[in-house]
């Protein structure tokens, strides 16, 4: 178990692997956790960081303020800490939003985005994350802590295969969780729309989604490979909101070969979409 002191507190991370260097992003009441089996496979080639956000996870939880940007501060300043100039960032979910921001507010310090089941426009979310923004009936929900586990085991056979083992997880993720995380974080990408960005961007992003997503709506990958300039899109059939754990094998494969990919220079002369390919799995 590692971690580094930021300005805004401790941040939690594991390190795994030997090579080139990656950083893996969690989800909306995630942790490194989830990041497991991909550490493994990318193991031979690329030095691994998963780590936690501020407020989830091993990480600080003395914060005022859980927003996207902050998150894209804390990769920031994470990246410096350890003296890492650039990287590709891997990011699930809410994770893939904050990978693509950076990249945005930053390009220099990402090589390249692979986005996993992750909005670029919070309205994408599921009517109960969108209703989880809201501070009065978070603060509702957080006082009936038996009634929000049911209510997530009740709905996790929709979420991913593996649902016994994924509820484990998340009921761990969630007990450390703070109410303020909880809702400032799903409230502030409920608000987030990277549209109007996405075609000025400079970094080549790929965006990988379960066909079956229940909780973003897999057509934001319809909006990656339309507006970004260099970008791909595989959609996996037989994957929900978690192709990592749903097609651990078939989702590996894919990012390693990404993240291998040499990329031409891109041409801001080529209009968005022009680069792009889909990929049905």
């Known amino acids: 178990m590692s971690s580094i002191v930021t300005d805004q507190g401790i941040v939690h991370y594991e390190a795994y692997g030997r090579g080139r260097p990656v950083i893996l992003l969690h989800g909306w009441l995630g942790s490194w956790g989830y990041w497991l089996e991909t550490m493994e496979a990318l193991k031979r080639q690329y030095r691994c960081y998963a780590l936690d956000f501020w407020g989830f ?75 989880a923004g809201k501070p009065w009936i978070a603060s509702i929900v957080w006082q009936m802590p038996t009634a929000l586990q049911l209510g997530i085991k009740v709905f996790s056979p929709y979420v991913v295969k593996d649902w016994p083992h994924w509820y484990k997880m998340i009921t761990r993720d969630l007990s450390r969780t703070t109410l303020e995380a909880f809702f400032l974080s799903i409230g502030s990408l409920h608000k987030t729309d990277l549209r109007p960005q996405l075609p000025g961007m400079t970094t080549p992003l790929m965006g990988i989604f379960g066909v079956g997503d229940n909780v973003v709506q897999p057509t934001q990958a319809n909006i990656i490979a339309s507006s970004a300039p260099v970008s791909r899109i595989k959609m996996m059939s037989g994957s929900g909101h978690f192709p990592m754990l749903d097609e651990p094998q078939s989702f590996n494969e894919t990012l390693a070969e990404f993240l291998d990919y040499q990329f031409p220079a891109l041409n801001s002369a080529i209009p968005p979409g022009q680069n792009n390919e889909r990929v049905l799995n």
């Open 57 to 131: 996870g091993e990480s600080g939880k003395r914060r005022s303020s859980y927003h996207v940007n902050d998150f894209v501060n804390l990769v920031d300043q994470f990246m410096d800490r350890l003296g890492i100039e650039s990287a590709p960032v891997v990011g699930h979910s809410m994770g893939g939003t904050v990978a693509v921001s950076l990249a945005l507010a930053k390009p220099e310090r990402v090589q390249r985005v692979i986005v996993v089941g992750s909005p670029i426009v919070g309205s994408s979310l599921h009517l109960f994350l969108r209703l």
